[in-house]
């Protein structure tokens, strides 16, 4: 059984737009990640750490995005996001954005987890602490930034 979704809000900064005045696509990328490495650090878990005397890592398999509608500079994103899937090694999780109720994009990606030591990264099994923590979800799976000043 997943946890339920992870729940973190964002203003889109102006940086992240357009010509048109719309987020760039690319930046729901960059906003899919914040919200993946929010929600491993509300599990006390982080992206880049060591288990078990070992440097992991969560390196990318597989990402897609969809695009509904626009959004602009200092629009309030709702990023949801659910882990969708966790394997041996890997978990997929999706991020549903949306503005105000309006669905506005969805992101998905695939990612494994690694041994992150040396010139190359080695897929290993998730840790049976990492997949506990995963699986149990973080109290409460809020997370409103910072970066709503």
């Known amino acids: 059984m997943m946890p339920p979704a992870f729940v973190m809000r964002r203003r889109v900064e102006f940086a992240d737009t357009d010509m048109a005045g719309a987020m760039h696509f690319a930046a729901y990328y960059r906003y899919m ?6 929600f491993f650090r509300s599990l006390g878990l982080s992206v880049a750490s060591h288990v078990e005397g070992e440097a992991i890592g969560w390196p990318r398999a597989a990402t897609k995005a969809e695009y509904f509608a ?80």
């Open 70 to 149: 626009p959004v602009r500079f200092e629009d309030i994103l709702e990023m949801s996001l659910t882990v969708e899937r966790m394997g041996e090694r890997s978990l997929t999780h999706r991020v549903l954005f949306t503005c105000e109720g309006r669905r506005i994009a969805q992101t998905e990606a695939t990612i494994v987890c690694c041994r992150a030591g040396g010139d190359t990264f080695e897929p290993i099994d998730i840790p049976a602490d990492v997949r506990r923590r995963i699986e149990a979800g973080a109290p409460g799976a809020r997370n409103d930034s910072e970066r709503l000043e």
């Open 33 to 38: 990640e914040v919200v993946e490495h929010a």
